[in-house]
């Protein structure tokens, strides 16, 4: 597609990476306020926007969640880091006091704050990229998510889903290949038939692109890089803890 087709939002989205740098400079309150804001009119599951942020600005709170998110410090050194939760306890407020009872617990509901929450925080991504901060949602968090609940009082029904700092970055963005639109774009029915000559196409991208890009170089291709993170990334206390906050029963 010809430049001239994309918008500028558009032409904002396929420039983003995740940003690891940054400058000593905070972020002005009313700037990051009206970004927060501009986020919240994402749709919302049947509007029960189910989801809160965390701002964490105590220094040693975001040092235990540096720490438990496998030591990633700029955690502690970007100037904003906030822990994007999936919310249900406002929903359970508002079933009680309309007298329909409290949550039960339903997974329907879980993914609905889950998906709401996702789709706030892009929102909150694409508005601070637009005025040309940068930040990494941090999953990490989710290696010791008793512990984020712990540090940040969180209660029943709020689950930390993951963590996003946002600052001015250092240098510019350097963006990752996406899979071949072709390989996403399924027409009338789901054709699994095409998956490995996707894979064995966009492996060949990527191992181009780990070889050339600026740091971090490696020889590796977006199979083996997946294959490695997600079978290592099993977290096998996710379930017992969902539902100690209340989530999954049903
Ligand atoms: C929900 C979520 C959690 C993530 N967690 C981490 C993380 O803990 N640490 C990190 O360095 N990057 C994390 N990332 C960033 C991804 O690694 C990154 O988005 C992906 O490699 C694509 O690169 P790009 O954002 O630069 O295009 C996370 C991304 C998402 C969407």
């Known amino acids: 597609m010809a430049a001239d087709k994309y918008s500028a939002v558009m032409a904002l989205q396929r420039e983003h990476c995740s940003v690891r740098q940054f400058r000593d400079e905070a972020i002005e309150e009313d700037l990051l306020m009206s970004i927060l804001e501009s986020a919240q009119c994402a749709a919302s599951s ?5 989801y809160s942020i965390v701002r964490v600005t ?3 709170a975001r040092s235990t969640i540096a720490h ?13 880091f906030f822990v994007l939760c999936a919310d249900l306890l ?11 009872g409290a949550l039960e617990g339903h997974t329907e509901h879980f993914l609905a704050a889950i998906i709401d929450t996702a789709l706030f925080a892009q929102n909150v991504v694409l508005a601070a990229e637009s005025v040309g901060l940068g930040g990494v949602f941090i999953g990490g968090i989710r290696n010791d998510p008793q512990c984020i609940a712990d540090t940040l009082s969180l209660p029943r029904l709020v689950f930390p889903a993951f963590g996003l700092y946002l600052g001015w970055p250092t240098e510019p963005c350097e963006s990752k290949p996406r899979l071949p639109l072709a390989s996403i774009l399924h027409s009338d029915r789901y054709d699994q038939n095409r998956i490995d000559d996707d894979l064995a196409r966009y492996d060949t ?18 199979t083996e890089q997946t294959a490695g993170t997600l079978q290592k990334k099993t977290r096998d206390h996710m379930l017992a803890f969902l539902q100690q906050q209340g989530f999954l029963l049903k």
Do not use: P, V
């Not at 049947?46 to 189910?50: A, C, L, N, T, Y």
């Not at 991208?205 to 977006?222: D, H």
């Open 46 to 50: 049947s509007f029960i926007q189910g």
């Open 58 to 60: 105590d220094r040693q």
């Open 68 to 80: 438990a998110a496998g030591d990633q410090r700029w955690i502690e050194e970007a100037a904003e």
């Open 90 to 100: 406002r929903t359970d407020h508002a079933c009680r006091a309309a007298g329909l």
């Open 205 to 222: 991208i990527m191992a181009e692109y780990y070889g050339a890009r600026s740091s971090n170089q490696k020889q590796s291709n977006w």
